[in-house]
């Protein structure tokens, strides 16, 4: 059997987010996955947000408490 990408980048969720570390980089962590493995991803972000610092590089926005940067043409715009 093979995995299809979004179960691919579940497992690489599961294997990040089960490490024991402070700081997790997700770069485009939805690209592959379909809605509900979206709204899973963004409530496993949301629990392990209370234990570790997450950086989210991605062109969409996601529904967390967090603070944002967002680079808009060339310029840094910070939101709570």
């Known amino acids: ?3 299809s990408m979004g179960q ?3 497992m690489f969720f599961i294997r990040a987010f089960a490490r024991d570390s402070h700081l997790l980089i997700l770069d485009e962590p939805d ?3 379909d809605n509900e493995s979206k709204r899973s991803m963004i409530n496993l972000i949301k629990m392990e947000s209370k234990k570790k610092a997450i ?5 969409d926005d996601y529904e967390v408490d967090a603070k944002y940067i967002n680079f808009e043409q060339g310029q840094v715009i910070f939101k709570e």
């Open 31 to 33: 690209s592959f996955l």
């Open 8 to 10: 691919r980048q579940t």
């Open 55 to 59: 950086i989210i590089v991605s062109h």
């Open 1 to 3: 059997h093979s995995l």
